[in-house]
Structure formats: structure tokens, C-alpha cells
């Protein structure tokens, strides 16, 4: 993948950090905290600090590079997506993988806040936390 021709195109620098951090999260199906991310860097970059980490990434979120993950616990949590088609997710709170979802339900939602609320949307994010079927069957996906 060419990072340095997506950092441009999202109109950013393609500084050695920002190429490091896309680097990490590329390499791996599941979300990443700033802290994962960090700590990984550490080797590259011995004098990196925390909240480096947590501006570029936040400037990548925002430019729509990574996806944030905005996790039930409260936490932030970032994640590279390849699709670039309007689509959603289904993220495991057991092993973090995070999976494509089809279904989007734009069009029902717009109809609700428009005829039950008489507003409108300006935006929509749809993220589905659950249990992915392999820790169903381990004791990450136990509730007790």
C-alpha cells in the first residue's frame, strides 16, 4: 500500500511517524490503543512521546485515513480499514478484530428523525460491538 500517496491525497505530511503508525496498523486485523501504537514505536523512535502518538493519529482519524474506534469502555481505539466504500462495522470486545458489515440502514434512520423527530441527519456511524464466533467459544466471550 502507498502510504505516502494517501497522506497526500488526505492533504498531510508523510512524516516517518505517521508512515510507522500506518505501518502498525496496517499489519494487524484488530484496533489498536494510542498506548499499542506507542509502545510499538518506541523501538523505531526511542524519544517519542504519548501524546505525539495521540495528535497524529487523531489528525489521521480526521482526515479519514484510520477509523476511530469509539470503544464501550469508554477509550479510543484506532483501526485501518481497506474498504473505502460506505460501509460499517462489526468489532469483537474479545480478540478486537474488526469485520465489515453490508447493512447499513441509512435510508430507515433519515425516515425516523425525519417523520418521528421532523429533523435531519447530517451524519451517521454505525459500530456493533460484540462477540466474534471464535471467542463464543472461549471464555473471552463469557459474560461471568
Not at 64 to 87: A, F, G, S, T
Not at 95 to 120: A, P, Q, T, Y
Request: proline share 3%; hydrophobic share 35%.
Amino acid at each position: 500500500m502507498d502510504f505516502r500517496e494517501l497522506l497526500k491525497n488526505a492533504n498531510l505530511k508523510a512524516t516517518p511517524k505517521r508512515l510507522a503508525m500506518l505501518d502498525i496498523l496496517v499489519s494487524t486485523a484488530t484496533y489498536l490503543s494510542p498506548e499499542d501504537i506507542w509502545k510499538q514505536m518506541q523501538g523505531k523512535f526511542r524519544n517519542i512521546g504519548l501524546p505525539t502518538v495521540y495528535r497524529n493519529l487523531e489528525h489521521l482519524s480526521n482526515e479519514k485515513v484510520i477509523m476511530k474506534v469509539i470503544h464501550p469502555d469508554r477509550k479510543l481505539y484506532y483501526y485501518h480499514c481497506r474498504n473505502v466504500e460506505h460501509h460499517h462495522h462489526f468489532i469483537c470486545t474479545g480478540c478486537r478484530r474488526v469485520e465489515d458489515l453490508v447493512f447499513c440502514g441509512e435510508k430507515e434512520i433519515e425516515e425516523e428523525v425525519r417523520e418521528r423527530l421532523h429533523g435531519s441527519t447530517v451524519s451517521h456511524l454505525l459500530q456493533v460491538f460484540g462477540f466474534c464466533r471464535d471467542c463464543l467459544g472461549t471464555k473471552r466471550g463469557c459474560s461471568a
